[in-house]
């Protein structure tokens, strides 16, 4: 009877441990180590310039802008659609300087017979800014720790998703979303966890200011 509790008391211990590594593994997914104690590990990435269609969308893409004479060299196609009419909606996202532009994606809306019938969106055909960043990627992580660490819920979302982050430059309109104004175009740090999309902050690439914080938690 002894050996027996032993034995049993045995399989709980491990089956304790394997629940809470299984546990642990859950809650840190994509760990990383902090660089210090004042800051996150913040990697440089680049923004892909493949479209995220079908080889079969694309092909009609091509024959729909070459019909318009509208050029793809500034454009990422990310989505083609159709509707009940036949027409198609083309989303893209817009690129300057070979950098993307956050705030700016356009459609583009064909009719069934393939002419262009309006477009959804600003064409942004020059910025008047200078593409080279003062701040670095790895830098940003200390904005982001201290956003990060004084917000419980940014805190707790962040947890269950990965303490890597990612940073990518790009071009940002400080005045998107807002009615009656001209854009003011920055260049910038987007920085996010790795495969997530929250918490993320907007980092001003010139002069190190917090453009945006976004800790994806909606009351």
Not at 8 to 30: H, K, M, N, R, T
Not at 117 to 141: L, R
Not at 202 to 209: E, G, H, P, R, T
Request: charged share 20%; with cysteine; net charge negative.
């Amino acid at each position: 009877m002894n050996n027996m509790l032993l034995l049993i008391g045995i399989i709980s211990i491990a089956f304790l441990s394997c629940e809470q590594i299984e546990e642990d593994e859950e809650i840190f997914v994509d760990n990383c180590p902090l660089v210090n104690d004042s800051t996150f590990y913040v990697e440089r990435i680049y923004s892909s310039r493949t479209h995220k269609v079908s080889n079969g969308d694309l092909k009609t893409i091509n024959y729909l802008f070459a019909k318009n004479n509208i050029t793809l060299n500034n454009l990422r196609v990310y989505k083609l659609q159709t509707d009940e009419l036949g027409y198609y909606h083309v989303r893209c996202d817009q690129y300057y300087d070979g950098l993307p532009l956050f705030t700016e994606p356009v459609i583009f809306h064909f009719n069934n017979g393939g002419n262009l019938d309006c477009i959804s969106g600003d064409m942004i055909d020059s910025i008047n800014i200078d593409t080279i960043p003062n701040i670095s990627a790895e830098s940003t992580g200390v904005i982001l720790y201290k956003c990060i660490t004084s917000d419980p819920d940014s805190h707790q979302v962040l947890m269950k998703k990965s303490t890597c982050f990612e940073a990518e430059l790009g071009i940002f309109d400080i005045n998107a979303g807002v009615s009656y104004t001209d854009k003011n175009f920055v260049l910038v740090w987007k920085v996010e966890p790795r495969n997530a999309e929250s918490p993320h902050v907007i980092i001003n690439a010139k002069n190190d200011s917090l453009i945006r914080y976004y800790n994806g938690i909606i009351h």
